[in-house]
């Protein structure tokens, strides 16, 4: 992390970051690695970027889930 914030990379955390905006960053990961012109300096980092992007969802996912079902047996 550096001081501004970012990882090593240069993109932004992960952290405070919302599912939907996660989603559309990845979205926009896969444009650019489907492109004709992919600048292969920039691979390792958007394949990098997304892998963390992709466990910080699946993360999220799993505390939604975990979440309403509490929410559910207190219901019950």
């Known amino acids: 992390m550096t001081p501004d914030g970012t990882d090593a ?9 919302r599912y939907a905006d996660a989603m559309a960053e990845l979205e926009s990961i896969l444009i650019g690695l489907e492109r004709d012109d992919l600048d292969v300096d920039q691979l390792s980092a958007s394949v990098a970027r997304a892998a963390e992007l992709i466990r910080w969802c699946r993360s999220r996912v799993r505390d939604a889930r975990m979440e309403v079902e509490q929410i559910v047996v207190q219901l019950e």
């Open 9 to 17: 990379q240069g993109a932004d955390p992960v952290d405070g970051l």
